[in-house]
């Protein structure tokens, strides 16, 4: 299982594009794997020939290192390796566990030191303790133990990653495969008895569903948990006038004779590496580096950008925004967005940046909300959906109204890096580019 992420430390097996006997090329896509990011392709660097599958598809949490395939070499035979099993292969290693503290298990100081609290001083001084009670025999059944292995069905590794997506209870399943092997398609046939809600001393019905946590899902929420417990977060809003900027997208939409289409979220990604650029405090990051603590301030503005995705949040990043244009911005906001969706991302894609932006403004519900911070970011910027507000215009023929169109945005910031003031420094420097846009073409 190789490490297709620094954080990773387990993969899930997804579905194998060779099959054993088939020749192997650089660059040739092995498996697909699951890692605590995202979905990736596990491209094979080397020439050979696939001999044994040792992981089949579905198999959870297979740790980093753990073997899942024999390679050899190409013109080689794969006979000998039919029977080769993961046993033979070194067998599975299980992931370090912390070993349980026992009172007292080793002291601190040497025996025979003098000391009333060296081993030796406690055991002279300690009253000898009544003999133990003698052993006394259980009653036995008489029938064989079992190990958990003999007590559980057996089922094929798809037939149980099938069952716990569907929350199939594996024990109630009868198997129609070899020695009563439960097999993938006696998943699919199961239904639940049902049991009728009036007999006297039924159970209910659970009125829940359990779904297993992801591995990318664990890890967005170890992140996130971390980043608002170590990182002080405050919050700085402003209301946005965005009235002359619709104007402009439309006019330059309308001129593009279809070679691109820009969104309103294409010209806040240039803003924020505009206000980034002014205020270099905010494109910072907070970081230890050979013991010493350090703050450092990035050269260019990489925009992580945020979006959902069917198994969790992601945030592919638009790499040196302050010298793109709008139009490569765009480009490349669609691309990213896309191949996260479909869990394409490569892990330099989505790992690092210097700010971020998470923008629900499609949503119409949503007038404004504050996010967390990206560690080791700085910062992020929360864009609600944009309102109609009445504005009063004073005139000679008295007041009269006239309507703009405004978003309400929301930036956090991490004390430790960005004082107060100067997140309001920056929140004013991103509300004057937007409000008026044309400084976003020079």
Not at 87 to 96: S, V
Not at 178 to 201: C, F, H, M, V, W
Not at 313 to 340: C, F, W
Request: a negative charge; one cysteine or more.
């Amino acid at each position: 299982m190789p490490a297709l992420s620094p954080t990773m430390t387990a993969g899930n097996i997804g579905t194998w594009q060779k099959k054993a006997g088939d020749t192997i090329a650089p660059g040739d896509v092995l498996v697909e794997i699951e890692t605590d990011k995202a979905q990736m392709d596990f491209e094979f660097q080397e020439e050979g020939r696939l001999a044994k599958i040792l992981k089949e598809s579905g198999e959870k949490d297979v740790a980093v290192g753990n073997p899942i395939a024999v390679m050899i070499e190409e013109g080689e035979d794969i006979a000998p390796f039919e029977s080769f099993s993961l046993e033979d292969a070194g067998g599975e290693k299980q992931p370090p566990k912390d070993a349980p503290k026992e009172e007292a298990a080793q002291s601190s100081e040497p025996p025979e030191t003098g000391s009333k609290t060296s081993p030796s001083t406690l055991a002279k001084d300690e009253p000898k303790s009544e003999p133990a009670p003698e052993p006394q025999e259980s009653e036995s059944t008489g029938g064989r133990l079992q190990t958990s292995l003999d007590r559980e069905p057996t089922a094929s590794p798809l037939a149980k990653a099938l069952a716990l997506e569907r929350g199939v209870p594996i024990k109630n399943v009868k198997g129609t495969g070899p020695n009563g092997r439960i097999t993938k398609q006696d998943i699919e046939k199961y239904r639940p008895s049902s049991t009728p809600a009036s007999l006297p001393g039924t159970a209910a019905a659970a009125s829940y569903e359990d779904t297993p946590a992801s591995s990318m899902r664990k890890t967005i929420a170890n992140r996130l948990t971390q980043s608002f417990n170590q990182n002080p977060h405050y919050f700085v809003s402003a209301s946005v006038s965005v009235s002359k900027l619709l104007k402009l997208r439309q006019a330059l939409n309308s001129s593009a004779d279809g070679k691109f289409k820009l969104s309103v979220n294409d010209f806040l990604i240039k803003a924020c590496a505009v206000a980034c650029k002014k205020i270099p405090a905010a494109n910072s990051s907070w970081r230890e580096k050979d013991g010493q603590v350090i703050i450092r301030k990035h050269n260019t503005v990489d925009v992580s950008v945020a979006v959902a995705t069917p198994i969790g949040l992601m945030t592919p990043i638009v790499k040196g925004v302050d010298s793109l244009g709008l139009e490569s911005i765009s480009m490349q906001v669609k691309d990213l967005g896309k191949r996260a969706r479909d869990g394409k991302l490569k892990p330099e894609e989505y790992q690092g940046g210097t700010f971020t932006i998470s923008n629900m403004g499609m949503n119409p519900a949503i007038e404004r909300f504050t996010a967390v911070i990206n560690p080791p970011q700085a910062g992020i910027l929360a864009v609600g959906t944009t309102k109609k507000v009445a504005i009063p215009l004073e005139s000679d023929e008295g007041t009269s109204m006239e309507w703009d169109d405004q978003i309400a945005v929301t930036s956090s910031f991490d004390h430790k890096v960005v004082d107060g003031a100067v997140g309001g420094e920056w929140i004013r420097e991103f509300k004057r580019v937007v409000e008026n846009p044309l400084e976003m073409l020079l």
